[in-house]
């Protein structure tokens, strides 16, 4: 046998120590561009598919330390945009105490006579309006897969701690991508329009398994309220719409190979938090289910967000009503909450 001096076992046992960290909590050791971007809020340009497009990055001054910080993707509700989306949200605001990157790109359907308002392509699903999906319109999975690369080439991200949350059209686009991009997700945050599948053909009031097939279990957490008048807690007849949120949930119960039954907890006077799990790969399911009308906040809207003057003036008095934010709860700190205790998969 060969003898290894006791000095060299406790350097590699202390190296081994450090780089096992690394992989399992992110950190310096990720592998990370040279120069991070100045911070604050920046445009970059995203080629995909042949197109340049413009995405809306904040980056926090914890940049500068060079550690492997989280990415949040925050995508907007139908007719909006990323400049929009970010003013309502402020996930900003959070990003900077909390330390994490943010993106707000604008899908990629533009309907003439409308630049500003933009929409995602949901294959199979017709937009808010009910106009069919243009057949030329960007691929906007690929866009996404894109834009993470495109980030990840200008700062210094954790690829284990991508997220993605959106509002509505925005929410159901992030959920499509929990089907398409599981092993580059690491977690969804849909607010008003969890989607899990496009409706059955059979039976619309159902999801259809074969359209939404991650490749493995994904953490969830929802924010959705009874008195949604656009995207109904318990569905509609509408094409782009159809199955309501518990069906959704149940079908992410059944992806996510949940045990046992939910559990309900009233955190606010309206809000009560609905759990699943344990599910498979430690994942989780929750749903912040707001009971309560339009105007008291359980109608199509973001908890805790304020609804930008630019936005409010191309709503309608009975749109503002139903857009009514709630103030019980603070959706950006409870999805970052979640999102800290989900991580992708270390790698073999």
Wanted: charged share 15%; net charge neutral.
């Amino acid at each position: 046998m060969r003898f290894i001096p006791t000095s060299l076992v406790m350097i590699l046992a202390l190296s081994y120590g450090v780089l096992a960290s690394a992989l399992a909590h992110g950190g310096p050791n990720v592998s990370c561009a040279t120069e991070n971007p100045s911070a604050g809020s920046q445009s970059i340009a995203v080629i995909s598919s042949g197109q340049v497009r413009s995405v809306l990055l904040y980056v926090p001054t914890a940049a500068a330390t060079h550690r492997a910080l989280p990415l949040i993707i925050d995508l907007h509700g139908s007719g909006s945009s990323g400049e929009e989306q970010a003013k309502m949200t402020r996930l900003s605001e959070l990003a900077a105490k909390a330390g994490f990157v943010v993106a707000n790109p604008s899908g990629g359907v533009v309907l003439a006579g409308a630049p500003n308002a933009h929409y995602w392509n949901i294959p199979g699903v017709p937009l808010s309006g009910g106009a069919p999906t243009p057949a030329d319109a960007p691929d906007d999975v690929q866009f996404i897969n894109d834009t993470i690369d495109t980030i990840a080439s200008k700062t210094c991200i954790d690829p284990r701690r991508i997220y993605v949350t959106g509002m509505s059209g925005g929410a159901r686009m992030a959920s499509l991508l929990a089907c398409r991009l599981s092993t580059r997700i690491a977690a969804i945050a849909p607010v008003s329009g969890l989607r899990a599948g496009l409706p059955s053909s059979d039976n619309p009031s159902q999801p259809d398994p074969a359209t939404c097939q991650p490749q493995r279990a994904v953490p969830i957490v929802a924010f959705h309220g009874t008195g949604d008048s656009v995207n109904p807690y318990n569905g509609d007849s509408t094409p782009r719409w159809r199955y309501s949120i518990p069906a959704a949930l149940q079908r992410w119960v059944e992806i996510d190979h949940c045990q046992g039954e939910s559990h309900d907890r009233r955190v606010a006077a309206h809000v009560t938090l609905v759990r699943y799990g344990p599910c498979a790969q430690g994942a989780e399911i929750w749903l912040y289910r707001t009971d309560a009308t339009s105007e008291q906040g359980g109608g199509h809207a973001w908890p805790g967000a304020v609804i930008p003057a630019s936005m409010a003036r191309n709503l309608s008095v009975a749109q503002l009503r139903a857009n009514v934010p709630g103030t019980e709860i603070n959706a950006d700190q409870l999805m970052w909450q979640f999102f800290k205790a989900h991580s992708l998969p270390a790698a073999p």
